[in-house]
């Protein structure tokens, strides 16, 4: 019988400490991603018109706002909707840079119903391969990061969130 209690009680500590391993590593991961986003990723990636956006073309020249979005997410849908609204509070030092993770042909489509191809700054990069989303740590959809103009992330924004909300965050 105490055979049995003791390898009762070393089955339980092992379970134990195997969560308390596993709550550990995801911790240190979480702190990892938030390192990693602290600074904006260097980045090379074509926009749908062609040319090529990188880190280097963005830090030391604007704050620039990361949008990551689905083009069937009805939030996303709405932000884009309403860039058009706020485009002159924002456009002398801002880059606005959507990234979508679907078929091109998707987004397209979603760039053209909203216009975003007629606002000044603002660039559409397709991530098909989710590697800029893991750079950046995204999750899900809409992710929105803004870093000032030395490239320093300054505010995180999961999920739903207005221009207001955005501008606040600006120079």
Known sequence: MKARQ???LLLLLSII?????QISEKAGQKAQRAKERAQLPDFTLSTLGGENLNTNSI????????IFFDPDCSICAYEAENAHRYVEEYAKNTSVVWVGA???DKVEKFV????LDTLAKHFVL???SGQL????GVRGVPEILIYNHKGDLVKQFHGETTWEGMLKYLD
């Open 102 to 104: 679907e078929r091109r």
């Open 59 to 66: 830090v030391g020249k604007d704050q620039s706002i990361f």
């Open 6 to 8: 003791i390898i009762t």
């Open 126 to 128: 397709i991530d098909s």
């Open 133 to 136: 989303a893991k750079k950046f």
């Open 17 to 21: 400490g195997l969560l308390s391993w």
């Open 112 to 115: 053209t119903k909203y216009r």
